[in-house]
């Protein structure tokens, strides 16, 4: 009898060594563990209408929140938000912390920036050893968690669950995710633009050599899969490697020294990460800022600063809408280089031409993220002018680019690859390459909100 009480004092003590651990490690199975358990209202409201997953789901938002304020951070609480919104400033992202809408680069080299919360987590090697690593959250495919941490609601990324194209986690007894895989951001970025096509009518894009300055692991997807079977939209930010080419450099917009931990763009202690807000064309309407964090291309991973993810490339489908877990988008090959009419510039030719990443693409979107059919996943359709650049308008809505296909003056860009399976209802004569670019759209604002600022765009 002794005996087996020792061995059993053995055992618990073991057991509370486990408990008291900082990030002891589950198994995908174990139950998650939560400090808080009284039900808010957003639970109340799921369990009355038989929701399981979204009840589910609601346990695991509240360890993410808990984790944040653990750090140092301030976790969104959607019944008492620290930031209220305008109509003007129609923020799709109500958890971030602040947006810096200045775009004047003379004044603000980095462009507009948003603030956002930053989760710890841990992500898997290879070699199946585990590191430490920082992200963001822009996206939920359930109503109530997105509702819950302040993020958008979309739906569709839960026909990436089977695709090949997802990544699973799971928790810790401490609320932190443990991704399948991981972000290496130690290599440095570097773009050589292409000369004039035999045409004369592309330069600069395609670039002629193209190294992304992130590299993420076979494993390694933003499409997560939590638990409760909800799909999150889970962006690396930083960890032993280095940082996200998106995360400014303090001094500037320069990408030379963007493996710097010590940026204060990355404030760990305070749970939080700032980030460049790139523009785009909506409805006719500019200031579509969104921000780019993986890609299924090295060749846009390079020109937008983002992660190369080859694993996004078996997310479904290419070209087909409103079907699979995509949206198309549409950027221009050769774009107009010179602004002359106030518009601006646009294209992958002028990004790739641009000196240190100072000019965006300002590629055309379809839709925000107020419509349900909303992903982050956007599926690249690219466009080609077929007249010189005089005559080269800026694209600002589908529509248009549909009138410009039609009548010959764009057609689809020669690199793409993969004709749309199905007719594409947003532009039936356009053609996908089979690049996917994780494109999280947070604000579009009126022109009134420009140059303006809102909460707290920089960490403290």
């Known amino acids: 009898m002794k005996i087996f009480k020792l061995s059993l004092l053995s055992v618990l003590a073991v057991l509370l060594f486990t408990a008291c651990s900082n990030d002891d490690i589950t198994t995908p199975d174990d139950q998650l563990i939560t400090s808080e358990t009284s039900e808010d209202k957003l639970e109340l409201e799921a369990k009355s209408k038989g929701l399981f997953q979204s009840l589910k789901a609601l346990r695991e938002a509240k360890l993410l929140l808990v984790s944040i304020r653990r750090d140092g951070g301030i976790p969104y609480n959607v019944f008492r938000p620290t930031l209220t919104f305008s109509e003007q400033q129609n923020v799709f992202l109500p958890s971030v912390l602040g947006i810096d809408y200045r775009i004047d680069r003379s004044v603000v080299p980095a462009g507009p920036t948003a603030r956002f919360p930053m989760f710890q987590g841990w992500e898997t090697l290879p070699d199946g050893s585990r590191r430490k690593g920082y992200y963001v959250i822009t996206e939920a495919s359930d109503k109530f968690m997105a509702k819950k941490l302040g993020v958008i609601f979309s739906p569709r990324m839960a026909a990436s669950i089977g695709s090949g194209g997802e990544q699973n986690a799971y928790f810790t007894r401490k609320g932190r995710l443990v991704f399948e895989g991981s972000v290496d951001f130690s290599p440095k970025r570097s773009l050589v633009a292409s000369g004039v096509s035999d045409d004369g009518l592309l330069l600069g894009f395609p670039p002629a050599q193209a190294n992304p300055g992130a590299i993420a692991s076979p494993e390694w997807s933003s499409y997560?899969?939590?638990?409760?079977?909800?799909?999150?939209?889970?962006?690396?930010?930083?960890?032993?490697?280095?940082?996200?080419?998106?995360?400014?450099?303090?001094?500037?917009?320069?990408?030379?020294?963007?493996?710097?931990?010590?940026?204060?763009?990355?404030?760990?202690?305070?749970?939080?990460?700032?980030?460049?807000?790139?523009?785009?064309?909506?409805?006719?309407?500019?200031?579509y800022f969104h921000i780019v964090t993986d890609t299924s291309d090295p060749g846009p991973a390079t020109i937008e600063l983002g992660v190369f993810a080859p694993r996004l490339a078996q997310l479904p489908t290419f070209g087909l809408f409103p079907g699979g877990s995509m949206l198309p988008f549409s950027?221009?090959?050769?774009?107009?280089?010179?602004?002359?009419?106030?518009?601006?510039?646009?294209?992958?030719?002028?990004?790739?031409?641009?000196?240190?990443?100072?000019?965006?693409?300002?590629?055309?979107?379809?839709?925000?993220?107020?419509?349900?059919?909303?992903?982050?996943?956007?599926?690249?359709?690219?466009?080609?002018?077929?007249?010189?650049?005089?005559?080269?308008?800026?694209?600002?809505?589908?529509?248009?680019?549909?009138?410009?296909?039609?009548?010959?003056?764009?057609?689809?860009?020669?690199?793409?690859?993969?004709?749309?399976?199905?007719?594409?209802?947003?532009?039936?004569?356009?053609?996908?390459?089979?690049?996917?670019?994780?494109?999280?759209?947070?604000?579009?604002?009126?022109?009134?909100?420009?140059?303006?600022?809102?909460?707290?765009?920089?960490?403290?």
């Open 224 to 287: 997560v899969v939590l638990p409760s079977g909800v799909v999150i939209n889970a962006q690396m930010v930083a960890n032993s490697t280095g940082i996200h080419d998106r995360i400014p450099n303090p001094n500037g917009n320069s990408i030379s020294d963007q493996d710097d931990l010590n940026n204060p763009n990355l404030a760990i202690d305070q749970a939080s990460v700032v980030m460049q807000l790139l523009d785009g064309w909506q409805d006719g309407k500019p200031y």
């Open 331 to 460: 950027p221009t090959a050769n774009g107009r280089t010179t602004d002359t009419d106030g518009l601006g510039v646009q294209g992958l030719n002028s990004a790739s031409l641009s000196d240190q990443q100072v000019q965006d693409p300002t590629n055309t979107f379809p839709i925000d993220p107020r419509d349900e059919r909303y992903a982050p996943m956007w599926d690249a359709h690219v466009t080609e002018f077929t007249v010189p650049e005089s005559e080269r308008p800026i694209l600002q809505s589908f529509n248009q680019i549909n009138q410009l296909l039609a009548d010959g003056t764009l057609i689809p860009f020669r690199g793409n690859a993969n004709p749309s399976p199905l007719a594409n209802s947003l532009s039936d004569l356009l053609t996908a390459t089979g690049a996917i670019i994780n494109c999280p759209v947070i604000t579009q604002p009126d022109a009134s909100v420009i140059g303006t600022q809102i909460g707290v765009p920089l960490n403290n």
